[in-house]
């Protein structure tokens, strides 16, 4: 059965502060998605890594995918507040098919 | 940007009745999805629909849900016989084709059973 975990799973930091989400699943899987999501809203695409290796960055964001040590990263870049969301990785644990397995969430707060 | 659109965004229903939750995809998309996520854990895959088919379920997906897509732009999930545990936001999902990466939500139903 794909686990999908995630670290840590609450956040503070400061404005201006870099810090780095983990994300580890436990079967090979080479398709690894990081959503965003605000209090009571939907999941927000962030970045979708088909490869070994891929790495996408937006803004101060930017994720990896290593697919040999079954880890992913969501770095983030000189936070600002308007970052400060619940940030999920989901796992396709049935190649292509998005039957999405997501981790347990990352809440995100940026204070001034 | 097109959205998938989901009505109500909050169903309030007493335990034992039927519930419908409609969702319009995307008009272009050929997958859609349920997911669910009860209040402060994780999303969990509910079922995937493709060429008028269930796809893929899960566990969670037992004999009181069922989906349908009743003409060209809605997608439902019944819920026939409501428990308190179904109380979760329920997003619905699609996307373009299989080899299409990006999945997009909908902003989600709010379930409460009572």
């Known amino acids: 059965e794909l686990k999908v975990e995630q670290n840590p799973l609450f956040l503070s930091m400061q404005e201006g502060k870099n810090y780095t989400i983990y994300c580890n699943y436990s079967t090979t899987s080479d398709r690894l998605y990081w959503y965003r999501q605000d209090p009571g809203k939907s999941l927000e695409s962030l970045f979708v890594?088909?490869?070994?290796?891929a790495v996408k960055q937006e803004g101060r964001l930017m994720a990896s995918l290593d697919t040999k040590a079954r880890l992913s990263t969501l770095h983030i870049t000189a936070a600002v507040h308007d970052l400060s969301a619940t940030y999920f990785c989901?796992?396709?644990?049935?190649?292509?098919?998005?039957?999405?397995?997501f981790g347990q969430g990352t809440r995100l707060t940026i204070n001034p | 940007e097109p959205e998938v659109t989901q009505t109500p965004s909050h169903q309030v229903t007493q335990m034992g009745q039927e519930v419908i939750l409609r969702c319009v995809p995307i008009?272009?998309?050929?997958?859609f999805y349920w997911y669910r996520q009860i209040l402060g854990q994780k999303v969990e895959f509910l079922v995937s629909f493709y060429n008028n088919e269930i796809s893929e379920k899960s566990e969670i997906f037992d004999d009181q849900f069922s989906v349908e897509r009743p003409d060209g732009s809605n997608f439902t999930l019944k819920i026939r016989s409501t428990k308190l545990e179904d109380s979760a936001m329920y997003f619905c999902?699609?996307?373009?084709?299989?080899?299409?990466?990006?999945?997009?939500f909908g902003s989600g139903t709010q379930l409460s059973v009572l």
């Open positions: 890594l088909l490869s070994n290796g």
């Open positions: 999902a699609s996307k373009k084709g299989h080899f299409n990466e990006k999945l997009f």
């Open positions: 008009s272009n998309h050929l997958y």
């Open positions: 989901a796992v396709d644990g049935d190649r292509g098919a998005q039957k999405l397995v």
